[in-house]
């Protein structure tokens, strides 16, 4: 689920501060206490990504998240809104899996995570993933957080919905 939030998202990339992603970045929520901030913007799509340290399941997190998220009018979505009939993380919760990091070394990391979609009245679509991983064969480490926001404007969410290989064709 986790590499759900990557669909449309390849290529190379800007990177931008929070004030030049005006567009909609209220739906894109840096929380207090989060470091290595980025926002970047490509084809049309806003990304926020940062870490924090927090407990898992991350609750006060989620918690502001969705707090803020409704306030502002957002709906959480039951199923991906780019793969429809695939459950968010509002129905099932955290997911835990094996990821092999990189297949040279055949590190393989323990990843939990949490993603999950909103949409507004207009269409547009914010995506969330949190994120704990360690190495498999090392101690675990629950308490640092990696969080991935992407906002897509609802023509270009509806533009890779409805393309076959799910990106914005050139």
Known sequence: MWLALAVGIEGTQVVHTKDSC????????????AENISYDVYRG??????????????????????SRLKTL?????????FM??????????WQEFEDLININTEVLLI???????????QGDIVMYGLK??????????????QVFAVYFPSVVAESIRQSPNGTLSD
């Open 111 to 121: 990843v939990h995570a949490w993603s999950a979609d909103w949409t507004n009245t």
């Open 132 to 145: 704990y991983s360690y190495p498999k064969d090392g101690q675990p480490d629950l308490s640092h957080l």
């Open 73 to 81: 009018g957002w709906t959480p979505l039951d199923d991906n809104y």
């Open 45 to 66: 799509r806003v990304r926020l990504t940062y870490s924090l340290t927090e407990d898992y399941p991350a609750q006060k997190s989620l918690d502001q998240i969705r």
């Open 84 to 93: 429809p009939r695939v459950p968010t993380s509002h129905l099932t919760g």
């Open 22 to 33: 005006h567009t909609h970045a209220d739906a894109l929520i840096q929380l207090p206490g």
